[in-house]
């Protein structure tokens, strides 16, 4: 098996266990990724973006296969099982991913979906009707940004607080 269709299945196998910090460890500085839902991130907000996933997910389920990769570029198939937290909604999302590669590091990520699919179990009876309109897509690619924007900022680190020093408590 090549060194990045290994790479590929560490990534898959950490999303798995929920291992935001194995999965952005195989990400370049300079990393994007795009996806219908999050057009491009950059390496820090892509981290961002596994880390919410894995922390705010109760039900995800990932199922991953037909890997294949060489010195250049590489793919995959999965399939994300989970409940839309939005609307409580069933997801079942059949995604492919395309990776290219740099110095052994994912430097480009893009998943591809159906959104429309995807929009129609997610926001149910919306979705179905509306789910194909442009008007729905920008309005869940605003939420989802902002949604990302947050959990950046409630990530980061309080800018009172001196490096290595906890809070002091009274």
Known sequence: ???????????YEAFQAKDAEAMNAWYDTEARFSDPVFPDLNAEQVKAMWSMFCSRSKNLQIEFGD???????????????????????????RIESTFTFREGKILTHTDAFNFYGWARQALG??????????????KV????????????????????QQPGRSPSRS
């Open 141 to 160: 690619r605003d939420s989802a940004r902002r949604t990302l924007e947050q959990f950046i900022a409630q990530s980061a680190p309080s800018s009172t």
């Open 1 to 11: 098996m090549h060194p990045h269709a290994r790479l590929i299945r560490s990534f």
């Open 125 to 138: 009876f919306r979705g179905l009707m509306l789910g194909w309109t442009p008007l729905v897509k920008n």
């Open 67 to 93: 890997i294949q990769a060489n010195e250049e570029e590489g793919r995959a198939m999965w399939l994300a099982l989970y409940t839309f937290q939005a609307t409580g909604q069933s997801v079942i999302n």
